[in-house]
């Protein structure tokens, strides 16, 4: 996801609790991240602005120093896998820091980041490329329907290589600061129907859960047996209560087993126990329906055993 702008949407004790929060909840929990990012330290200004709900200052003067600060944020709040996509020099510096730990995406917010299908293939038969995403399409005005995406996503099929979306919405004036051709319409995750029924079995990750379209998520939920979404992003920035009634909603319908958890990690790496302790904390949720959503889920998603 871009940088997100969303200000004030907390109350003041929020912030005061999240501040001062364990970043470690559960010791024993093992954790897949499906939507984490490799970005420039930075990439959100010099110095970068802190984190909008905690308030907390990133402190990384570098991109290794930003490296060690996210790899170690991992480990320490008990992340075993986690899906990288970002700036394409630097995931590839993630991997080779920890290939056990790390799962190679694609991060594609213009046309320019697409590589040829020859590249493409090459890609995925030497290990680089385990999840076609994430792809942000808003951000360049197109929809997964676009005639350019075809041969990719049939090449992922073919591959059982699962698609992530970016779905839903972003951060204020979108269109104005840098992408103008973005339409909050285009997150709509009905929009990828026509790709669902055309690829039978292509997986698809509906990033951010389709928020805040829940209705049309349900929709293709109900259908479509091979999506899932992640909660990245919407676990740990819009307030709470609105992020609880959307994922009780799912959960409600019946969809547990394929809701994925995700931090959308970008700079703050607080973010990531933010995020952890907001599903740790939710009332509704039993033991097993948090380890499902923590791992147990993604793990069949991207065939992790």
Known sequence: MKIPGIKNILLLATFLATATMCICQNTNRKIIDVHFHALR??????????????????????????????????????????????VPDLVNKYVQADDELLIHGLLVENEKELPDTTTFVRMIKDGKLKVFGELGLQ??????????????????????????????????????VCC????????????????????PKLKVQLAHMGYPYLEETIA?????PQVYVDIATVDWLIPKTYFYNYLKTLIDGGFEKRIMYGSDEMIW?????????NIEDAPFLSEKQKQDIFYNNAGTFLNIH
């Open 269 to 277: 790496s607080d973010a990531i126990s933010l995020s952890i302790k």
């Open 220 to 224: 293709i939920l109900s259908v479509y």
């Open 139 to 176: 951000y360049f005005g197109k929809v997964l329907t676009d005639p350019m995406f075809e041969p990719y996503l049939s090449i992922c099929e073919k591959y059982n290589i699962p698609v992530s979306l970016h779905t839903g919405i972003s951060f204020p004036n979108t269109p104005y």
């Open 41 to 86: 330290w930075n990439s959100f200004g010099d110095p970068p602005p802190p984190n909008e709900v905690t308030g907390v200052e990133p402190t990384a003067k570098s991109d290794s120093e930003e490296q060690a600060t996210m790899l170690a944020a991992l480990k320490k709040n008990g992340v075993v896998r986690a899906v990288l996509s970002g």
């Open 180 to 199: 103008p051709k973005f339409r909050t319409s285009f997150g709509n995750p009905q929009l990828i129907e026509d790709v669902l029924v055309k690829h």
